[in-house]
């Protein structure tokens, strides 16, 4: 018999669309002499639907039809499952061998849904509650990138709290720690949404509350004059990394419309040193470990003129369609899309049967 893979996706983040896209590709790939594959979408406002077709999604802007049954997932790890919220019924049992999830953000990327399918007693694609959360929390992240001896750009943390009630002394330490351009970002999300780049002290206030509408929590980092460098990692207890690939944002800095919109280019391999190139794969691994990431990680850094390297973060689900940067490093390293959800899928099925 086939393995039931079901793959998830939508979600209640800014990356929704992302996501649905990733979907697509990776349903698209999934090799169909290997895999059943089912689905369940997740709205924006939360809900979970079985039988989505992501594609379909994307055009009619999420709208769930009078047949679309919403599901559940059961918490009963003797017989996990979906079963129908209300009074409809579902085309099958609900069952499934592994869930390969395709959600980008807080609520899909940042360990929360990987501990309900824990709960739940299923086998996953992807990093832990753990991984999950320290991917997505830059702040918490770079304290442990620095604990493992990485090198991060200076950075300062604050609160949503106080950028409401003494914004003078977050100015005043800008001013004494960091210099301009700065970058504001909310800790907790992705694709660069809430993200300013500031040149100037009196565009930092704006900055601050922009961020502060995302998150409590908002990380102020040091500018840098950098090219953008990708490696991708696969693997759970030995991890390996690709080769390095090049963003060259087509706008002032990779932000949402330069990831989404607008074409930015991929330059695979990046053209770098060979010892700069050691450095990193060297690095993308510790930062894959240091994280506890598992399955699978996109690591992100800038590389300076005289290539000097910064670890920027890590995205324990990076984007996913078959244009985007982390199947095109592995290709490009020899491993195909449809090999490389395999891989992933294995990796998923053996992390659960050696912790449970
Ligand atoms: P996200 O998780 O939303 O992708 P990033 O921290 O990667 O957030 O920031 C998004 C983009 O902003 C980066 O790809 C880069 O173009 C720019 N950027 C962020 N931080 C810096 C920095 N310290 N120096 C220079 N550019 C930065
Ligand atoms: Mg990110
Ligand atoms: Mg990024």
Redesign the pocket.
Known sequence: PKMKVLVIFGGESGEHEVSLVSAASVIQALDKEKYEILTVGITKKGQWYWGIDPQTWKLNNGTVSSHDVQVTLVTDPANPRFIPVSGNTLPGDGKFDLIFPVLHGPKGEDGTIQGLFEIAGVPYVGSGVLGGALGMD?DRMKAVFAQAGLPI?P?ITVLKNQIDNDPDSIRTKVMTELSF???V?PAN???????T?VSRESDLGQALKLAAAYDDKV?I??????R?IELAVLGNETPQATVPGE?I?CKE????E??YIDDSKLIIPAQLNKKTVNKLQEYAVTVFQAVDASGLGRV?F?VTDTEEI?V??I?TLPGFTNISMYPKLWEATGVSYPELLNRLIRLGLERFHRLN
């Open positions: 830059k750009v950075h351009p700065v970058f970002k999300l992705g694709s660069s949404v809430g993200i780049k990380v980092e040091q500018g840098v004059k950098a953008e963003i944002p800095f990779y932000d949402y330069a990831k992100d800038f910064f920027n973060e995205n």
